[in-house]
């Protein structure tokens, strides 16, 4: 897979992010690819964490059960991951990708 595609598997959920990984893995190191792998595993984390925080919200007051609306930021800042990576930009998704541009050295 090219450096392009396997950016773009990355942020197909995590699922994805480990098939990118582990052919990633084997490759000549790419800072484009390095720059998604991380922003799409920061993308993960947030959502992994903003899901067991809203579960936990809407059992304890089912009234604000509005909240479960909050997961589309996360798919849109997916959408954004998939878009930079087709365009070939190392942009960081807004919001929450500038705090993941220096996390995650053990995939430098």
Do not use: C
Request: charged share 15%; no cysteine.
């Amino acid at each position: 897979m090219d450096k392009k595609t396997l950016a773009i598997i990355s942020y197909i959920t995590i699922i994805g992010w480990l098939i990118a990984f582990f052919q990633y893995k084997d490759k000549e190191r790419d800072p484009f690819v390095t720059y998604h792998l991380k922003q799409s595993l920061g993308i993960a984390i947030i959502s992994f964490i903003l899901g067991a925080a809203i579960n936990i919200i809407v059992r304890i007051v089912p009234s604000l059960s509005v909240v479960v609306y909050a997961n589309i930021v996360i798919l849109a800042l997916w959408v954004l991951g998939i878009i930079n990576a087709m365009n070939g930009r190392r942009k960081p998704v807004p919001v929450v990708g500038p705090m993941f541009e220096n996390k995650f050295s053990f995939l430098m």
